[in-house]
Nanobody
């Protein structure tokens, strides 16, 4: 069982940066692939980024590639999402998720989810 708690969301102007954090507890963090997803009002949850257990490999959605970066610190049981050059269309609730398998961008393969943190970007 893994508990995930996101933090770092907020309201910013377009072009600003935010760093989201997701603290994990309850199990061995390095055993899990970690992902970030987001859900905007009236839209389905969408994949943002994923990082492997070691942190050696990452993947990002095309919509955020070059602006967002996922990373992890296994010693601190934390995964991060650095978001630069934010746009109004990035406005959403951001969720971190943990998977004991090989989920890639498939939300259904993630076993544990946080409660989410709101990111609002105004123009």
């Amino acid at each position: 069982q893994v508990q995930l708690v996101e933090s770092g969301g907020g309201s910013v102007q377009a072009g600003a940066s935010l760093r989201l954090s997701c603290a994990a507890s309850g199990s061995t963090f390095s055993n899990y692939v970690m992902g970030w997803f987001r859900q905007a009002p009236g839209k389905e949850r969408e994949f943002v980024a994923v990082i492997t257990r070691s942190g050696y490999s990452t993947d990002h959605a095309n919509s955020v590639k070059g602006r967002f970066t996922i990373s992890r610190d296994n010693a601190k049981n934390t995964v991060y999402l650095q978001m630069n050059s934010l746009k109004p269309e990035d406005t959403a609730v951001y969720y971190c998720a943990a998977s004991s398998s090989y989920p890639g961008n498939n939300a259904q393969l993630y076993n544990y989810w946080g409660q989410g943190t709101q990111v609002t970007v105004s123009s």
